[in-house]
């Protein structure tokens, strides 16, 4: 029996070392891998045949591509990568990870990784807190969200449960 191919994917273009980016996530998420890195065999706007390297890779059993071409347009805030945690020890685990070797954490639990990307590690309960039935109940964990750069499930729970 073959796996069902995935209809749509998130595709990222790295100026370099989208393979090294690759990695580095396939390090961090379980149920992750770089599958395949495949040369370029034709020449293109960012190099000769060769040089410009595809990488399809694996994150939480989910398809991703990426490329390294050369400079072309920057990451930025437009998009990012979530990533629900369970436990502020996985959010502690992956914000660390992606820290690492370079990142920058930016604020709300959005950070950008020494590859540029911009990654948003929040609570897997973050969605529920924010569309609480209570109004009150719920803007009090975005103000508190507003206040924190990494974010902290207690501290948000505390002051989902203030009064």
Not at 107 to 114: K, N, P, V
Request: charged share 25%; aromatic share 10%; net charge negative.
């Amino acid at each position: 029996m073959t796996a069902k191919k995935q209809k749509i994917y998130t595709h990222l273009w790295y100026a370099k070392d989208a393979e090294g980016a690759a990695r580095l996530y396939a390090s961090i998420f379980p149920d992750s891998r770089v599958d395949r890195v495949t040369p370029l065999p034709a020449d293109s706007p960012s190099g000769a045949a060769g040089s410009v390297k595809i990488v399809d890779f694996t994150l939480f059993g989910e398809r991703f591509q990426a490329m390294t071409a050369g400079p072309h347009h920057d990451f930025n805030d437009a998009i990012s990568l979530v990533v629900e945690c369970e436990s502020q020890a996985e959010l502690d685990r992956y914000w660390n990870a992606l820290l690492e070797g370079g990142g920058k954490p930016q604020a709300c639990g959005w950070l950008m990784d020494r590859f540029g990307v911009r990654w948003q590690i929040v609570p897997a309960v973050l969605g529920e807190w924010l569309q609480d039935d209570d109004p009150p109940r719920a803007k009090r964990v975005a103000d508190a969200i507003m206040k924190m750069v990494k974010l902290d499930i207690a501290e948000l729970d505390r002051a989902r449960r203030a009064a």
